[in-house]
């Protein structure tokens, strides 16, 4: 007797059309060195970058000025030197220059029309079809994408201690946005998810605070400001040297990068997270524990108004910080 063995293949394409989750993006996008409609902008399964994570990417934010009704582009040559940069460990060479890449930004921003905040995804990657890993010999490629984009992560959250340890220097740097790096990230933030938190704190191999999961940190003790130095395998974030400055000189407050201890997070009377994504986001517990009472948190409260109203265009002192992206 032949046994009938019926396909779950219906039940599977159910499943996988039940769980798609829609994500608001942009219409266009630059690809293979043109402008074409975001659909059109695929990678083949072979692809070297696809395969390995042999690629790397940038995240770049462009804020809505309602009073001016213009979109203005935050740090973008700052965003793209490091984008740069981040090619320069990948062994990537790209025919743009700095000053091309913010024009192909501006492009696609005027493309999409945006009247509200917006992000931008710079990606270079090895773009060979090839299932050998390396870095040389490969064929390197640039794209670009964007997406109408509010806030990443809550302004207030909860973080835990993640059981996984930040990748190290001399493994894969951290201090480069490579693609392949990033599920260290995945895994530490779906930990912190898993356990009840908002985020994840991660340190580094000899127990020091790193950074978020893809956030850098700060902590408020005795009215001075702490932040991870660059040797505790940090992402050099720019949102980070963005506070960093706007703490020191707008606010007069003295700012210590150095190794923190786990224990010293508990101790904190502030703290927070800076990124691209995150912007500045205030932490309010951690491991279960509330920092202070929980909700006096008037530095952070200072430094989240000032860095807001600055992407935003509302801050003469750094208007060079911001690209108008529609003539006048």
């Known amino acids: 007797m032949i046994e009938t063995i019926v396909s779950p293949l219906p039940v599977l394409s159910q499943r996988r059309e039940k769980s798609k989750r829609v994500v608001p993006m942009g219409k266009w996008a630059f690809f293979e060195d043109e402008f074409v409609p975001l659909e059109e902008a695929k990678v083949g ?140 990230s995945a895994f530490a933030r779906t930990e912190a998810h898993w356990n009840g938190y908002d985020e994840a704190i991660v340190l580094t191999q000899e127990g020091h605070v790193s950074e978020g999961s893809a956030e850098n940190f700060f902590m408020i003790r005795q009215g001075k400001l702490f932040t991870p130095s660059t040797h505790d395998n940090i992402l050099e974030g720019i949102t980070r040297a963005t506070v960093i400055e706007l703490a020191k000189d707008e606010l007069g407050l003295e700012v210590i990068e150095r190794s923190i201890d786990r224990s010293e997070l508990y101790l904190a009377d502030e703290a927070f997270f800076t990124g691209t994504g995150a912007q500045v986001a205030a932490i309010v517990e951690i491991d279960h524990r509330p920092l202070a009472n929980g909700s006096a948190r008037p530095i952070t409260r200072q430094i989240q108004d000032l860095y807001f109203r600055t992407v935003r265009g509302k801050n003469e002192r750094y208007a060079h910080w911001v690209t108008p992206v529609y003539p006048r």
């Open 45 to 184: 399964i072979a692809t070297h970058a696809f395969n390995y994570g042999t690629g790397c990417f940038g995240g770049i934010r462009a804020y809505w000025n309602d009073e001016q009704q213009q979109l203005y582009i935050f740090r973008a040559r700052r965003h793209f030197n490091r984008f740069l940069e981040s090619c320069r460990l990948l062994n990537i060479q790209l025919p743009y220059s700095i000053d091309d890449l913010i024009e192909i930004t501006l492009e696609l921003l005027r493309r999409d029309n945006y009247r509200q905040d917006a992000y931008m995804r710079p990606i270079a990657y090895k773009a060979t079809e090839d299932i050998t890993p390396r870095l040389y010999d490969l064929e390197d490629a640039y794209a670009m994408f964007t997406r109408p984009q509010g806030n990443y992560i809550k302004l207030e959250v909860s973080a835990g201690t993640s059981s996984w340890r930040r990748v190290d220097d001399n493994s894969i740097p951290a201090r480069g946005k490579i693609t392949g790096s990033y599920i260290n």
